[in-house]
T-cell receptor, first 118, second 112 residues
Framework: DAGVIQSPRHEVTEMGQEVTLRCKPI?????LFWYRQTMMRGLELLIY????????DSGMPEDRFSAKMPNASFSTLKIQPSEPRDSAVYFCASSLVGTSGSSGREQYFGPGTRLTVT | GENVEQHPSTLSVQEGDSAVIKCTYSDSASNYFPWYKQELGKRPQLIID?????GEKKDQRIAVTLNKTAKHFSLHITETQPEDSAVYFCAASQAGRRALTFGSGTRLQVQP
């Protein structure tokens, strides 16, 4: 298996521009997570999906951030308009969770997208 | 929500010594506790995890212990090697909530 795939690996954009980050989870996994990592705030959960449905988006900073998962093999995180404080590494992770919610739960991270907003 | 605190923030040991990293969590409903290792510029990688129905788990040179009563868990690395140098994150997850709450990380430096 190729693992979790993210694109682009690096993104440099100007303030005010729209940014779209992409993620392909591990085939067969039913949960997908978007995290943001910064020196100041560490690893923060932004949103997660179960069976393509958003379950918890309480970590999404503000309305400028949106995420979608149109099918089991693809998700996007969009920032519009972007701001310099959005500069961070954005990780996507996936896991396989059983119906009871207690099995599996090992999360596998993608390589991340390093976003720089100038 | 869950809050995870991790100590120390930095740890320097000599090669061959043991290293211990400690975490506490706030929500007694949490029942899954993974540890991740992140090398510079790389993704976090799961190295070991423990569920609340066991008190200890070991995998070669690494072990994790869990004290549910005190709500803390620890990572133990024995016979440390320079390639163990990295940032280590603990995390906790509540039953029924699949997302992880991460600690702030510990930068481990193993001196040759």
């Amino acid at each position: 298996d190729a693992g979790v795939i993210q694109s682009p690996r690096h993104e440099v954009t100007e303030m005010g521009q729209e940014v779209t980050l992409r993620c392909k989870p591990i085939s067969g996994h039913n949960s997908l997570f978007w995290y943001r990592q910064t020196m100041m705030r560490g690893l923060e959960l932004l949103i997660y999906f179960n069976n393509n449905v958003p379950i918890d988006d309480s970590g999404m900073p503000e309305d400028r951030f949106s995420a979608k998962m149109p099918n089991a093999s693809f998700s996007t995180l969009k920032i519009q308009p972007s701001e310099p404080r959005d500069s961070a590494v954005y990780f996507c992770a996936s896991s396989l969770v059983g119906t009871s919610g207690s099995s599996g739960r090992e999360q596998y991270f993608g390589p991340g997208t390093r976003l720089t907003v100038t | 929500g869950e809050n995870v605190e991790q100590h120390p923030s930095t740890l320097s040991v000599q090669e061959g010594d043991s290293a211990v990293i400690k975490c506490t969590y706030s929500d007694s409903a949490s029942n899954y506790f993974p540890w991740y290792k992140q090398e510079l510029g790389k993704r976090p990688q799961l190295i070991i995890d423990i569920r609340s129905n066991v008190g200890e788990k070991k995998d070669q040179r690494i072990a994790v212990t869990l004290n549910k009563t005190a709500k803390h868990f620890s990572l133990h690395i024995t016979e440390t090697q320079p390639e163990d140098s990295a940032v280590y994150f603990c995390a906790a997850s509540q039953a029924g909530r699949r997302a992880l709450t991460f600690g702030s990380g510990t930068r481990l430096q193993v001196q040759p």
